[in-house]
């Protein structure tokens, strides 16, 4: 048997993803953190009726990464994790989740080496592409500005 | 009868004197929990890294042996040692409290195999009276060295297998009880071509396979000549690949067919997906389990074929295929 035909022979025996079902529990739970976000923010709201919209965003935002800090230190996030998958990853909590969690894996090597070394291990292709797509955009607003109308 | 045959060695004076073995909690919750000879309430073992607690269980499977069988260190004439981490630095850290020989050994998760194979050759040789051969694996340092932070939310692939926590010593002896090697079949590096790196299974069964098949010609044995032939850690599907190569080749695995993996964990446990995998696998249920059960009179020939994947994190990275290696080590009631 060549390589080839065992690559073949593994896609049949070996069990796959499954999808739907994945994709049900990521579709539910990024939903439902979404929902959490959309609560937080209404109750600033009531809180301080005077923060602008931008406040009010960013301080939804720190609230939801507050608390996936405190759900990632207490082991909590990871069990959610895994039922959920996409659903904890694509919101702001899994970006949480995932610079903290190298945080606390690396602290027996000390802060410096350990921590801050490792901290963004997983988080740092994100902030690459996220930082690299914005300056791409801003050239690009830059040479059509007048087509955006200023 | 010769001494080699193919890749097989044949021995007469190889004993397995004793052995000792410690597991995680986890482990302790599946089907072998009562054969350990101790579970860890805490896998951090009240250290201050999962390194540490590694370390600190494998001194212990050997403290524990050599408490069992009464010998002093000097007493035993190598120690040969290994496991996942880096540098092997579990074993090298456990063998520094003790004054006694030591030789590191890497083989992935069929690091046990290669240990016995060695230390069955050094006995044999009339080089050595006894030897220590050991290895542990422990899944919190197993995920760092090879996959993720632990309190990383991620899903677990299906195919992923679950490192066991543990650590197992054996003792080989020129002399002492009826259990015995017999022979072992060293293994060749296999590689068919897999890259996935939780695709474990399928990229060890063939070098499984392979050793097995060189293991049965070499010695004009048949498949039902052993009551127990347990593969170390292929997982479920793995194992079922296995049969299916088996198959293809012409030798039909049936009930005395194993895999320590697929067996090691309580099959509820979702966790876990295809089974128990690392060094410590096929270990435990060997020191623990089967060798207990040998004593008992339940099996008299036994074909232990721990397997190991040889990854690294990098070459995975790097878009390589993953080879894998398989070594038999025939055991028997004299």
Redo the contacts between chains.
């Keep these: ?1 060549d ?1 080839k035909e ?2 073949k ?2 896609r049949k ?6 999808h739907l079902k ?1 994709m049900i529990a990521a579709f539910v739970t990024g939903g439902a953190i979404c929902m959490v976000g959309q609560g937080i923010s209404d109750i600033l709201m009531l809180i301080f009726p005077n923060l602008s919209e931008d406040n009010l965003s960013m301080f939804t935002l720190i609230t939801l990464i507050t608390i996936t800090g405190i759900l ?2 207490f ?1 909590v ?2 069990k ?7 659903g ?2 694509i919101p702001i909590t ?1 970006f949480a ?2 610079v ?3 945080a ?3 602290n ?1 090597e000390g802060i410096v080496l350990g921590i801050c070394d490792n901290m963004f291990k ?1 988080a740092g292709p994100v902030i690459v592409f996220g930082t690299s797509a914005s300056i791409v955009l801003g050239f690009i607003v830059l040479i059509f500005r007048g087509a955006f109308g200023g | 009868m010769d001494k080699k045959q193919g890749a097989t060695l044949f021995f007469n004076n190889v004993y397995v004197a004793s052995t000792s073995s410690i597991a995680g909690e986890k482990e302790g919750e599946g089907p072998f929990g009562k054969y350990f000879d101790s579970l860890l309430k805490k896998d951090e073992l009240g250290t201050k890294s999962f390194e540490l607690a590694e370390i600190r269980m494998h001194t212990y499977a050997i403290k524990h042996l050599l408490f069992k069988t009464k010998l002093a260190p000097e007493e035993v004439d190598c120690l040969l040692m290994g496991d996942l981490l880096d540098e092997i630095v579990g074993s090298s850290y456990s063998a520094r409290e003790f004054a006694i020989p030591f030789l590191g050994l890497y083989n992935a998760c069929a690091t046990f195999g290669e240990a016995l194979a060695i230390g069955s050759v050094f006995i044999e040789s009339g080089f050595m009276q006894r030897v220590i051969c050991s290895t542990s694996s422990h899944f919190s340092t197993a995920e760092r060295q090879f996959r993720f932070p632990l309190e990383l939310g991620s899903q677990r692939p299906p195919l992923s297998q679950w490192t066991v926590t543990g650590a197992g010593a054996t003792l080989l002896a020129s002399s002492g009880g009826d259990i015995k090697i017999s022979c072992v079949t060293i293994g060749k590096v296999i590689d068919f071509g897999v890259t996935d790196a939780d695709d474990m299974g399928a990229a060890m069964a063939p070098s499984a396979r392979d050793t097995l098949i060189n293991h049965l010609k070499d010695t004009k044995r048949k498949l039902d000549y052993y009551d127990m032939i347990a593969t170390g850690d292929l997982g479920k599907a793995g194992a079922k690949m296995f049969k299916l190569l088996m198959q293809q080749e012409g030798y039909t695995l049936g009930d005395n067919y194993q895999d320590c993996g697929a067996i090691i964990f309580d099959r509820e446990d979702s966790d876990v997906m295809q089974g128990g995998s690392g060094t410590s696998c096929s270990n435990i249920v060997f020191n623990g389990f089967l060798y207990k059960k040998m004593l008992e009179g339940v099996y008299k020939k036994i074909l232990l074929l721990p397997t190991g994947a040889l990854l690294s994190k990098t070459s995975t990275l790097q878009k390589q295929t993953i080879p894998a290696v398989a070594h038999a080590i025939a055991i028997e009631v004299k």
Excluded: C, W
Aim: net charge neutral; glycine share 14%.
């Design positions: 048997m390589k065992y690559a022979l593994v025996v070996m069990p796959k993803t499954q994945t990632t230190g082991g996030y990871d959610f994790g895994s039922f959920a998958g996409a904890s990853v899994g989740n995932s903290i969690s190298p606390i894996e690396h027996s997983i």
